[in-house]
């Protein structure tokens, strides 16, 4: 793996930048070209082949926020999820995942795999015995998403690292909730890092896209899949990820502070009943949080009291958006069970913990006092509807 030699906002920065020669613009010109020369040069630019200058640029710099050698840039988190996972299995292989995981990655395996002939067992637990059990002889993937969407579980990335290099399996994380900013997997072991970086990447709510970061080894395998099934990004999407990105340090470090903030304030509030952060000394995963995570991200969920509506109170917020995605500026919430999750079915929610009243709240960089008062007049009115 690389070293890192430069801080963290200085690699959001500068990083994978391309050098306006022409002109001398403080930023990366943008290459809007579809058709490169391929006669006499070194590279035949394309963009399916994930080669464009502006694709290349944006690579490096995840890369090196995620200190792997090399890396893809996708049009969706979802591209960049099943083009990595499939890329190491074919027909007869076995998978193992993390029970709690997106629902959009669960739909993937449940109803596309089987049609592959590929076999995936789901963990029921986040110790190593959950896992270790259910690798097979034809096992050749572990996946793991920590924090998990969306009862911010944490698994112990050195422990499935290990077990991963015991029984010579790939390893492979959704690293979307804590961002390269808060988790560094490549530095526990773990073999290919995911993203969807529509959300703390892009930061904005305004642009849809995912990348793959690893080895040039792992990543050389996934991009032959990748040119064939297609799932690139615009090189204007891509410019406008990579300006972006170059605020995310400091835009999640905010995120995480006001997160903190936020999860002491509900966690002592009379009208809730459960807050799931691991930033909170009494969440399960705190303690392995603390040893791979330099901040506890800006993403949590909670519950209110039985008898209060969790619908009701969402319409009835002002400041804090109801929105279906995550991590932008804004802080919103949603309900999983009706938006990220609902495919996986009521008594499949249930089985994971997924309650109909369970709010997950993605938090913004605005004033805390401003976010408490929005929810403190949103409780009041639904209490005296």
Not at 113 to 122: L, P, T
Not at 211 to 229: G, M, P, R, W, Y
């Given at each position: 793996?690389?070293?890192?030699?430069?801080g963290?906002?200085?690699?959001?920065?500068?990083?994978?930048?391309?050098?306006d020669?022409?002109?001398?613009?403080?930023?990366?010109?943008l290459f809007m070209?579809s058709?490169?020369a391929?006669q006499?040069?070194d590279?035949?630019?394309?963009?399916r082949?994930?080669?464009?200058?502006?694709?290349?640029?944006l690579a490096?710099k995840?890369?090196?926020?995620?200190?792997?050698?090399?890396?893809l840039i996708?049009?969706?988190g979802?591209?960049?999820?099943?083009?990595?996972?499939?890329a190491?299995?074919?027909?007869?292989?076995?998978?193992v995942?993390?029970?709690d995981?997106y629902g959009?990655?669960?739909?993937l395996?449940v109803?596309q795999f089987?049609?592959?002939?590929?076999?995936?067992?789901?963990?029921?637990?986040?110790?190593?015995d959950?896992f270790?059990?259910?690798i097979?002889?034809?096992?050749?993937?572990?996946?793991?998403?920590?924090?998990?969407?969306p009862?911010?579980?944490?698994?112990?990335?050195?422990?499935i690292?290990a077990?991963?290099?015991?029984?010579?399996?790939?390893?492979m994380?959704?690293?979307t909730?804590?961002?390269?900013?808060?988790?560094v997997?490549a530095?526990?072991?773990?073999?290919?890092?995911i993203?969807?970086?529509?959300?703390y990447m892009?930061?904005?709510?305004?642009?849809?896209?995912?990348?793959?970061v690893?080895?040039?080894?792992h990543?050389?395998?996934?991009?032959?899949?990748?040119?064939?099934?297609g799932?690139?990004?615009?090189d204007y999407?891509?410019?406008?990820?990579?300006?972006?990105?170059?605020?995310m340090?400091?835009r999640v470090?905010a995120?995480?502070?006001?997160?903190?903030?936020?999860?002491?304030y509900?966690?002592a509030?009379?009208?809730i009943?459960?807050?799931?952060?691991?930033g909170l000394?009494k969440h399960?995963?705190?303690?392995?949080a603390?040893t791979?995570?330099s901040?506890f991200?800006?993403?949590?969920?909670f519950?209110l009291?039985?008898?209060l509506?969790?619908?009701l109170f969402?319409?009835?917020?002002?400041l804090?958006?109801?929105?279906?995605?995550?991590?932008?500026v804004?802080s919103?919430?949603l309900s999983?069970?009706?938006t990220?999750h609902?495919?996986?079915?009521?008594?499949?929610?249930?089985?994971?913990?997924?309650?109909d009243?369970?709010?997950?709240?993605s938090v913004g960089?605005e004033e805390?006092?401003?976010?408490?008062?929005?929810?403190?007049?949103a409780?009041?009115?639904?209490?005296?509807?």
């Amino acid at each position: 793996m690389n070293k890192k030699t430069k801080g963290v906002n200085t690699i959001c920065t500068h990083v994978g930048e391309i050098k306006d020669e022409q002109f001398k613009g403080a930023v990366s010109p943008l290459f809007m070209s579809s058709s490169y020369a391929f006669q006499d040069v070194d590279v035949k630019r394309y963009p399916r082949y994930f080669n464009t200058p502006n694709q290349e640029g944006l690579a490096k710099k995840i890369a090196a926020l995620e200190n792997c050698e090399a890396g893809l840039i996708f049009g969706s988190g979802m591209a960049a999820i099943s083009t990595a996972v499939m890329a190491f299995l074919e027909a007869g292989d076995h998978i193992v995942l993390q029970g709690d995981i997106y629902g959009g990655t669960y739909n993937l395996v449940v109803e596309q795999f089987n049609k592959f002939g590929i076999e995936y067992s789901f963990s029921k637990g986040m110790q190593s015995d959950d896992f270790e059990k259910l690798i097979k002889s034809n096992t050749k993937v572990i996946y793991i998403e920590t924090p998990s969407n969306p009862l911010l579980k944490i698994t112990d990335l050195k422990m499935i690292s290990a077990l991963a290099k015991k029984h010579n399996l790939i390893s492979m994380i959704d690293n979307t909730f804590a961002s390269p900013i808060n988790q560094v997997p490549a530095n526990f072991g773990i073999d290919i890092i995911i993203h969807s970086a529509t959300k703390y990447m892009g930061g904005h709510s305004d642009m849809c896209a995912g990348a793959v970061v690893c080895s040039e080894e792992h990543i050389n395998k996934i991009f032959h899949l990748a040119k064939n099934l297609g799932g690139s990004l615009s090189d204007y999407t891509v410019w406008l990820l990579e300006r972006s990105m170059k605020t995310m340090g400091i835009r999640v470090k905010a995120q995480n502070e006001n997160a903190q903030k936020m999860a002491e304030y509900l966690d002592a509030h009379n009208d809730i009943n459960t807050v799931y952060y691991p930033g909170l000394k009494k969440h399960d995963g705190h303690e392995i949080a603390k040893t791979q995570m330099s901040g506890f991200g800006g993403m949590m969920s909670f519950e209110l009291n039985d008898g209060l509506n969790a619908d009701l109170f969402q319409k009835t917020l002002q400041l804090i958006k109801p929105s279906m995605s995550l991590a932008g500026v804004e802080s919103t919430v949603l309900s999983p069970s009706e938006t990220s999750h609902a495919l996986l079915g009521a008594e499949e929610r249930k089985s994971r913990g997924i309650s109909d009243g369970l709010i997950r709240f993605s938090v913004g960089i605005e004033e805390t006092d401003d976010l408490i008062e929005d929810i403190e007049q949103a409780l009041t009115k639904i209490k005296n509807a």
